[in-house]
């Protein structure tokens, strides 16, 4: 309570609290009108004004002493009960120097017993009945009573005293009892209160904070208009259609949420694929395939459902169906779409346009293919008098001008060589990838390649170790493309090894499939590149440190060989220790 609170906020803190000389007026008061009377009135006078003077003189000393303590703040100290005793005694001083058992002031004995009496515990009224006693015996002592009505009247008035002290000592504890629960259950009011209060202000807090996400993902979600993002249940029905997704399928929000599916989205055809080929990667399907059924399609969004639910990325390239029943080339990102309380509430598709991918794809390779079938025939006619150059007998060259033309012909060599790389590439883009498959000895095709390249990896200082079992490995291959893929692998472990490094080439074999494997101690590739490795042109940053010449097409190419025997590859590579290639080509 401060000094600013309102007059009746005062008087009840007085009222509630009161200090001891608030407690002490009653008796000073009561006191004061009795001496006026005695003065003034003439039937009442004082039978020993020494005696009724003294309890006067004890009733101020106690007035006295609790305005001290009072002034300091003393409230709750067992001092403070040794005022009303005081009074007591004071008081029966004052009555027996008014006339003794005849004095009329007998009762104002009562309002200090109240006080005492509301002390904690019972002693306060045995001590009662003992100074009541006394206040009314001893003047006996001195002037014994004449009548026994007197003397009756000593009995009983302590024990009047005394009774109502124990009434008012029990009330008081109830009080105090209940004050006390009071108190407690005020204190935890107050302190649930401020938990709820606290509360709220998090409530409104999280409140605030929610409409601004909200607001956010709203703008976000509707800015979104280059790409579709579509929302699915776990049954595949559509929950969620962005702006990007209308402008894609040319289906309005409305019309997607009123019943369309997964599967409606794509072409029958692309998703029975998916069920044919359970273990594409990044596969680009649609391309082939007879028409499926609507429960082969269902069947095929299940399977790409659950890689995604088996933790796979999933990212594949399939066409889409528009609200005209047109087809455009799209890539498809499947991911889980995980709610607020922690469980899969479906899956969230990202669905992008490659209608001008795949158009500029398309022409790129056409010029590739272009470029390098023009550039193929003046080569090899270079190449050809090149060589009539060197051998005409009638102008035989010296050795400098000798030295010159094969400096001529090694670099068209390198230069048909690359125009070769790039053809090929244009055949595998295009899908006219030839392939002539004979019954081919995979350890032959290995030791053929080790010998070929074991000079290059003499000059590079590199040791070159080969692994491979006794009896030959057989199976149908194109000898050509197959030793063209380990030919590539080969050199590019070559050139990544620092002199001093190791090479080993393994061939390994099962009922189902032979596998070869190229491992290098070399300068390895960074984590994050490792996925671009078989993408065109592309060139580890470790190639471009170290300046290890070549364009990027040989991993490439020798992918496309590997997938086109049916097989696959793989790589691992930890920066600054090595690098290891397997190729797993099946049987059949």
């Given at each position: 309570?401060?000094?600013?609170?309102?007059?009746?906020?005062?008087?009840?803190?007085?009222?509630?609290?009161?200090?001891?000389?608030?407690?002490?007026?009653?008796?000073?008061?009561?006191?004061?009108?009795?001496?006026?009377?005695?003065?003034?009135?003439?039937?009442?006078?004082?039978?020993?004004?020494?005696?009724?003077?003294?309890?006067?003189?004890?009733?101020?000393?106690?007035?006295?002493?609790?305005?001290?303590?009072?002034?300091?703040?003393v409230l709750d100290s067992s001092w403070i009960f040794l005022i009303p005793m005081i009074d007591i005694v004071g008081f029966g001083l004052f009555r027996a120097g008014t006339g003794g058992a005849q004095s009329i002031y007998g009762a104002l004995v009562m309002i200090p017993v109240v006080w005492l009496a509301t002390g904690p515990g019972p002693r306060y009224v045995l001590l009662i009945a003992v100074l009541s006693s006394s206040i009314i015996v001893v003047p006996f002592i001195a002037n014994p009573p004449a009548s026994a009505a007197d003397w009756f009247r000593a009995v009983i008035s302590p024990l009047v005293f005394a009774t109502v002290a124990a009434v008012v000592n029990e009330l008081s504890r109830l009080q105090r009892v209940r004050t006390e629960q009071a108190e407690a259950l005020a204190s935890e009011r107050a302190q649930a209160l401020a938990e709820n209060q606290a509360m709220v202000q998090r409530l409104r807090d999280k409140e605030s904070e929610n409409?601004?996400?909200?607001?956010?993902?709203?703008?976000?979600?509707?800015?979104?208009?280059?790409?579709?993002?579509?929302?699915v249940d776990t049954a595949g029905a559509v929950t969620a259609w962005n702006p990007g997704a209308e402008h894609l399928f040319g289906r309005s929000d409305a019309e997607a949420l009123a019943g369309l599916r997964f599967a409606d989205l794509f072409p029958a055809r692309s998703l029975q694929a998916v069920l044919d080929d359970r273990e594409c990667d990044r596969a680009v399907v649609g391309s082939a395939g007879a028409v499926g059924s609507a429960d082969a399609a269902?069947?095929?969004?299940?399977?790409?459902?659950?890689?995604?639910?088996?933790?796979?990325?999933?990212?594949?390239?399939?066409?889409?169906?528009?609200?005209?029943?047109?087809?455009?080339?799209?890539?498809?990102?499947?991911?889980r779409r995980i709610g607020g309380d922690g469980r899969q509430h479906g899956y969230l598709l990202v669905i992008t346009d490659e209608t001008r991918?795949?158009?500029?794809?398309?022409?790129?390779?056409?010029?590739?293919?272009?470029?390098s079938h023009e550039l193929r025939t003046p080569l090899s006619s270079i190449i050809g008098f090149l060589d009539l150059l060197r051998d005409h007998p009638d102008t035989p060259l010296t050795d400098e001008q000798g030295a010159f033309v094969d400096i001529i012909e090694r670099n068209a060599q390198r230069l048909l060589a690359l125009v070769g790389d790039l053809l090929f590439t244009a055949q595998v883009e295009s899908g006219r990838f030839p392939l002539e498959p004979v019954e081919s000895d995979i350890v032959a095709l290995v030791r053929a390649a080790t010998e070929s390249a074991t000079p290059h990896a003499g000059r590079q200082g590199v040791a070159l170790h080969v692994e491979v079992?006794?009896?030959?490995?057989?199976?149908?291959?194109?000898?050509?493309?197959l030793g063209q893929a380990i030919d590539n692998l080969l050199s590019n472990a070559i050139k990544f090894t620092p002199a001093g490094g190791e090479v080993t080439l393994t061939v390994t074999d099962d009922a189902r499939?032979?596998?070869?494997?190229?491992?290098?101690?070399?300068?390895?590739?960074?984590?994050?590149?490792?996925?671009?490795?078989?993408?065109?042109?592309?060139?580890?940053?470790?190639?471009?440190?170290?300046?290890?010449?070549?364009?990027?097409?040989?991993?490439?190419?020798?992918?496309?060989?590997?997938?086109a025997h049916g097989g696959s590859m793989d790589v691992t590579s930890t920066e600054g220790e090595g690098t290891e290639f397997r190729i797993r080509l099946p049987r059949v």
């Open positions: 309570m401060t000094s600013d609170s309102p007059p009746e906020g005062r008087w009840l803190r007085l009222v509630d609290r009161p200090t001891p000389l608030l407690k002490q007026m009653p008796t000073f008061l009561a006191l004061l009108l009795a001496v006026i009377l005695t003065s003034f009135v003439p039937d009442i006078d004082f039978s020993s004004e020494r005696v009724a003077f003294t309890g006067i003189g004890l009733i101020v000393i106690a007035t006295v002493f609790a305005a001290i303590i009072s002034v300091r703040g409409r601004e996400l909200l607001a956010s993902f709203e703008s976000l979600w509707s800015s979104i208009t280059s790409q579709g993002v579509i929302a269902e069947s095929g969004a299940q399977v790409l459902f659950t890689r995604v639910d088996d933790g796979e990325h999933v990212e594949i390239d399939i066409p889409i169906v528009t609200a005209n029943g047109s087809e455009v080339p799209a890539r498809l990102t499947v991911t991918t795949v158009e500029v794809v398309r022409m790129k390779d056409e010029f590739v293919g272009m470029i079992p006794e009896p030959p490995v057989r199976m149908s291959a194109d000898p050509g493309r499939s032979v596998h070869i494997a190229v491992r290098d101690t070399g300068v390895g590739i960074p984590a994050d590149e490792q996925g671009q490795l078989f993408t065109r042109f592309f060139r580890a940053s470790t190639a471009t440190r170290n300046a290890v010449q070549g364009v990027g097409l040989g991993l490439t190419i020798t992918r496309a060989i590997v997938l």
